[in-house]
């Protein structure tokens, strides 16, 4: 499939052979920005000339984002961000792509650039944080015997892939990661806490607030899971399934040994099935895996009781439709 060309582009990529024109940036930096809402002006000016899309969060705190863009595009972005001496020293994760994979460029100030809502218990990474990991460190670290591995994600994306053994909290914000922490104390405590999410900020906060929270041996995994499966040396080993992305793609591969293995499968017949899809009863719209023989023979629904409710029109309320997801959540298995 060969994508239209998009305006800018030129003659020279239009008929070249390959199709991987943009490349999509993945990145963020703790640092000071005295007035968010002017930096973001000049963010979304600068972004806007270059034709970027994507999804950039910018708070006092410093700045989290990730944007698609032709590639002459993102390499401009980087280097404009690597130019301020505020940001000289941040780093990209990069991938290439054939298209744009967001629909839009949305530009927001925050009071947090990730939000683990701790109010005045809020703290910098930059003071406070686990010690960082190479992917090499970590492949090593992971097999540790009191090694206890915590996914810093969402259950929807620890569902999709994890690394082997990982303890994976049911939660669907990452809010609530402190409530989870409190009541998960006792198979933490004296453990090698070995914190990883999909690109590293997540954990910033998150081993730090471990930190905080009286444990003293904490690691994160630098870069995340993205830079792990880019790593030359460790190529992705004990990463199972795909890695949840917050783009049009959704799953990206990380595990490049033969180790790799997918861990979902069609909800109606159980084949392997890595693609989510959207429960069709609108009330219920839970993110489920139904295969394409599966949805093509009876829909893609979480099971008869959301078929006949679509069927009969049937609408619920707010607290309905959370008790109906709840219920979704708990019949999948982890
Ligand atoms: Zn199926
Ligand atoms: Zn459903």
Known sequence: MSPSPPPGSTID?????????????????????????????????LCEELGLRGRILIGREGINGTVSGLRDSTDAYQKALRDDPRSAAIEFKIDPSPEHVFPKLSIKVREEIVTLGLGEKDFSPNETSGTRLSPTEWHAAMQEEDAVLIDGRNNYESDLGRFEGALCP????????????EENREQL???????????????????GFLKNEGFDDVYQLEGGIVTYGKDEEVKGDGFDGLCYVFDKRVGVEINHTPSRRLITECRSCGKEHSEYSNCAWKSCNARI?????????????????????????????KEEQLARRAEVAASRER
């Open 13 to 45: 990529r239009r008929l070249g052979t390959h199709s991987d024109d943009f490349d999509i940036l993945l990145y963020y930096l703790y640092f000071d920005i005295e007035d968010p809402e002017l930096y973001a002006e000049q963010h979304r000016t």
């Open 170 to 181: 049911d939660i669907d914000n990452f809010r609530d990661f402190p409530q989870w922490v």
């Open 189 to 207: 405590e004296g453990k090698k806490l070995l914190t990883y999410c999909t690109g590293g900020i997540r954990c910033e906060k998150l081993s």
């Open 289 to 317: 895996f139904v295969c394409d023989e599966c949805a093509a023979e009876s829909g893609i629904y979480c099971d008869d009781e959301c078929r006949r409710n679509d069927e009969a029109g049937v609408v619920l309320t």
